[in-house]
């Protein structure tokens, strides 16, 4: 069975800086398409980063400079995010992007906050 278990959410200050990660069982990440998510209240999902399989990826242009995603070995992901504002404040969710597309044809933090997916980020000033 394949399953994400995003961990690392909690409450920070406006500047500071949060690590969260994504733990992987039932597949491997480092043959994956993997990415981050977030929603905010009120706001549409949106995605946050992607890291393929050949080492490509994308980055936001609202969190560029200040979020990293990047692999641990072959079953953890992780988002390092630095500087955080409260514009950052959101359920953040991992996902595979074959997975995604394959069981969810809507949004895509609906479809992984239906499976129990999302650690919460809140970023006080």
């Known amino acids: 069975e394949v399953r994400l278990v995003e961990s690392g959410g909690g409450s920070v200050q406006t500047g500071g800086s949060l690590r969260l990660s994504c733990t992987a069982s039932g597949f491997q990440f480092d043959d994956s398409d993997v990415a981050w998510y977030r929603q905010a209240p009120g706001n549409e999902c949106e995605l946050v980063s992607t890291?393929?399989?050949?080492?490509?990826g994308y980055v936001a242009r609202s969190v560029k400079g200040r979020f990293t995603m990047s692999r641990d070995g072959r079953s953890t992901l992780n988002l390092q995010m630095n500087d955080l504002q409260p514009d950052d404040t959101a359920v953040y969710y991992c996902a595979r992007q074959s997975d995604l597309a394959r069981r969810w044809s809507g949004p895509a933090c609906d479809g992984l906050r239906s499976w129990g997916q999302g650690t919460l980020v809140t970023v006080v000033s």
């Open positions: 890291l393929s399989s050949d080492g490509g």
